[in-house]
């Protein structure tokens, strides 16, 4: 009854906080090779490759690499299991360590031992996390952030299935993973805490609302963008502009620029001109759901969760004042973009809402090509189950001896898991085919970063009759 109580008192507490609670994060730095540890929300999800598209199409000039290191189903136990081989191994500069929603448990969750059993899986959970600490701290190179997880949200009422004391053993071990990270001089970030006061405040007034999906676990695109954004907003990304620029026509002067380079420019009755050059391109966002047919809300949907994302995390103004009232056709590059009022160009437009800008178009193609490597990272996830937890977990160092393929073939004739994983042993298996998926990926990021820097662009304004 105690924890019964405390946990509402979390929840109206909660619901009195801003959806995006004040966290500090330090920013990647250019070479950095961050590796996001975690279960399936990061195996099978997108926030880290959501995140890497900031950094690729914001920051052209910080090339960084970002790892997938999550298996479906993991408890603790699991990445401790594959810390070294999978993790460390890998010699990532940056470590981003969740767990915590396996730990939890599930259907233990009912019945009269539900709260020692509880009371057990946090502590193994804690013991785990402490012998992951013992090997972190040999890495005198490599930046350590805790991260809680994403909640298990037991408010939504979209259905009935609800485990009890899942979201209130998730925050258990989230405390004990702070005081983990602060005993240690480490980073620590919370996704539970801003995800959770959102749901709750969203459910206010649609009590079907959640951001984590419609089993309460798995976010879908658009909760994954959510905790992309909320890592870049403490990393202190928020309200810095793609560009901006502010011209008086009147005057035919530039009055201010930022992030970005104004040239040539011409003005008369009937028109304003300039060569533009941005520091950076405008982040795009998805309108495809994306990674299974789990999936159905697109990236794109963030702007839902967060009704001023745009403006704060992805405005690229043009304001051009003093311009005779009338309409405007706007032209880049000589592409018709869009016709617009002079209070509206006296206003300030956000040319990242345009999908059919040059600099957007540009912007479009290093995202589609950031998917392409996801979808070949996620074939190496799937084998990565298959090598650490169930190979090396059952005592098999060669993957590819006799011994281990009969054992595989026994062991797939009871375990459904095992058998739906047949083509990815019988393929990725061999390392050959690992190594040529690895080449695929860098030459995919090696051509994000060769394609990602920004260009020149003439911007015409012409005074239609």
């Not at 599930?106 to 509880?118: H, Q």
């Not at 011209?247 to 201010?256: L, M, N």
């Not at 026994?410 to 085919?433: C, F």
Request: net charge negative; aromatic share 10%.
């Amino acid at each position: 009854m105690k924890r019964v109580f405390i946990l509402s008192v979390c929840i109206i507490a909660l619901s009195s906080l801003s959806p995006t609670c004040s966290q500090t994060l330090a920013p990647f730095k250019a070479g950095d090779r961050v590796a996001f540890v975690g279960n399936s929300i990061t195996d099978g999800g997108h926030y880290h490759s959501y995140l890497w598209l900031y950094y690729m199409t914001r920051m052209p000039d910080t090339p960084v690499w970002m790892m997938n290191c999550g298996i479906g189903g993991d408890t603790s136990a699991e990445i401790l299991g594959r810390l070294q081989g999978d993790v460390i191994d890998r010699n990532p500069t940056v470590i981003m360590l969740t767990y915590g929603m396996n730990d939890a448990g599930l259907f233990e969750l009912y019945g009269d031992s539900a709260e020692s059993f509880s009371d057990k899986r946090v502590l193994l959970a804690k013991q785990n996390v402490e012998k992951m600490a013992d090997k972190l701290r040999l890495l005198s190179d490599t930046r350590i952030v805790l991260v809680g997880t994403s909640p298990y949200d037991a408010t939504t009422k979209f259905n009935n299935n609800i485990f009890p004391y899942k979201a209130q053993n998730i925050r258990r071990m989230i405390q004990d993973e702070r005081d983990i990270a602060e005993r240690n001089g480490w980073e620590f970030f919370d996704f539970e805490s801003p995800m959770t006061a959102l749901n709750t405040l969203r459910q206010q007034n649609d009590t079907a609302f959640t951001v984590c999906g419609p089993d309460r676990i798995h976010p879908d695109n658009d909760g994954h963008m959510y905790m992309a954004y909320l890592i870049l907003k403490a990393q202190g990304f928020a309200g810095r502009k793609v560009a901006d620029v502010n011209i008086d026509a009147r005057k035919k002067r530039v009055v201010c620029t930022e992030h970005c380079d104004v040239s040539q420019l011409v003005a008369n009755d009937n028109s304003v001109s300039f060569d533009y050059l941005a520091e950076s391109l405008p982040y795009p966002l998805d309108t495809i759901a994306r990674g299974g047919l789990e999936f159905n809300r697109p990236q794109s949907r963030i702007v839902d969760l967060v009704p001023g994302f745009m403006q704060e995390m992805n405005a690229e103004m043009l304001t051009v004042t003093h311009l005779e009232k009338g309409n405007y056709m706007l032209q880049i590059d000589e592409n018709t973009i869009d016709t617009l009022t002079s209070e509206q160009l006296g206003a300030g437009v956000n040319l990242a809402l345009y999908n059919n800008t040059p600099q957007m178009r540009q912007a479009r193609e290093i995202m589609m090509l950031n998917e392409d490597r996801w979808d070949m990272e996620r074939r190496l996830r799937d084998w990565a189950w298959v090598e650490f937890d169930f190979f090396l977990k059952n005592g098999f160092d060669d993957v590819n001896s006799t011994e281990a393929e009969r054992f595989y073939e026994k062991e797939k004739q009871t375990n459904w898991w095992v058998a739906s994983r047949r083509d990815i042993y019988a393929k990725t298996g061999k390392k050959e085919v690992r190594d040529a998926c690895q080449k695929y990926m860098q030459s995919i990021v090696d051509s994000i970063y060769r394609i990602n820097k920004p260009v020149n662009h003439r911007i015409v304004l012409t005074k239609i009759n």
